[in-house]
Nanobody, 124 residues
Framework: QAQLVESGGGSVQAGGSLRLSCVAT????????MAWFRQVPGKEREGVAT???????SYADSVKGRFTISRDNSKNTLYLQMNSLEPEDTATYYC??????????????????WGQGTQVTASS
């Protein structure tokens, strides 16, 4: 079992920044691949960024150059630095993890463990 707890969401003006964190309580192998997803009511959940234990990352085209995913393996913590936020980034953001190292990309939808979500709102 793994428990994932997100924090750091909030409301900002367009152009602002936020940093999300996700602390995992689990055996380390359960979080080999970690990801951030987001969802707007009535729409499908969208993969935002992924990172595996060795630091290999992938990003959705919509956030490339603005968002940075990182992790601290010693703290079992995942981060998402979000800069130049746009109203279109408004969503509930979820942390997710899976035991696999590969594949670990935003094209993958199957993750074993999920956090409860944190709301991010960027207003114009």
């Amino acid at each position: 079992q793994a428990q994932l707890v997100e924090s750091g969401g909030g409301s900002v003006q367009a152009g602002g920044s936020l940093r999300l964190s996700c602390v995992a309580t689990s055996n380390s192998y359960m979080i080999n691949c970690m990801a951030w997803f987001r969802q707007v009511p009535g729409k499908e959940r969208e993969g935002v960024a992924t990172i595996n234990r060795f630091g290999t990352t992938s990003y959705a085209d919509s956030v490339k150059g603005r968002f940075t995913i990182s992790r601290d393996n010693s703290k079992n913590t995942l981060y998402l630095q979000m800069n130049s936020l746009e109203p279109e980034d408004t969503a509930t953001y979820y942390c997710a993890s899976a035991p696999r190292i590969l594949p670990c990309s935003v094209r993958e939808k199957t993750f074993t463990y999920w956090g409860q979500g944190t709301q991010v709102t960027a207003s114009s």
